[in-house]
């Protein structure tokens, strides 16, 4: 019953900026705490940025430090992912998660639950 809805990925150049969101239903999802994962063609997949439940911590993969943020609005059951100064490999799929923890770490095996996947395409 726990769904994962997302949106806003694209095909933007590099040097552009891309915000992805996803929607939570089916799970107190104030009581959550969110990633963004992406993966890559060949490539498994990797962590982008955790959210504790109440927004209170965030942490980055340092691929993306600097450039991307994470943030949440609870009041919206949403989180959202903000890319700015994409780069050509930032391409990927990248995937909305929710973890049963409030403050999890960046271990693919703490999310149980996944959106479809949106796909972003930085070109050069």
């Known amino acids: 019953q726990v769904q994962l809805v997302e949106s806003g990925g694209g095909l933007v150049q590099a040097g552009d900026s891309l915000r992805v969101s996803c929607v939570v239903s089916?799970?107190?999802?104030?009581?959550?705490?969110m990633g963004w994962f992406r993966q890559a063609p060949g490539k498994e997949r990797e962590f982008v940025a955790a959210?504790?439940?109440?927004?209170?911590?965030?942490f980055y993969a340092d691929s993306v430090k600097g450039r991307f943020t994470i943030s949440r609005d609870n009041a919206k059951n949403a989180v959202y992912l903000q890319m700015n100064s994409l780069k050509p490999e930032d391409t990927a799929v990248y995937y909305c998660?929710?973890?049963?923890?409030?403050?999890?770490?960046?271990?693919?095996?703490?999310?149980?639950?996944w959106g479809q996947g949106t796909q972003v395409t930085v070109s050069s």
């Open positions: 998660a929710a973890s049963t923890y409030w403050n999890p770490s960046s271990s693919i095996s703490e999310f149980d639950y």
């Open positions: 089916g799970r107190p999802f104030s009581r959550s705490g």
């Open positions: 959210i504790s439940w109440n927004g209170g911590r965030t």
